[in-house]
C-alpha cells in the first residue's frame, strides 16, 4: 500500500533531482523510496 509524503526542498535541487530521475528513467517518489529502503535497513 502507497501512502503520500509532503517534503520541502530547494527549487534548484528539485529541478537537479528530477532531471536526474528522468536520466534513469525513474521517478523523485521511486527514487526517495530506493533512498529510505537502503537507509532503512
Do not use: C, R, W
Request: net charge positive; no cysteine.
Amino acid at each position: 500500500m502507497k501512502a503520500k509524503l509532503n517534503l520541502t526542498i530547494d527549487k534548484q535541487l528539485l529541478t537537479e533531482v528530477k532531471a536526474y530521475a528522468a536520466q534513469k528513467h525513474s521517478s523523485v517518489s521511486e527514487l526517495v523510496e530506493g533512498y529510505f529502503k537502503i537507509s532503512a535497513a
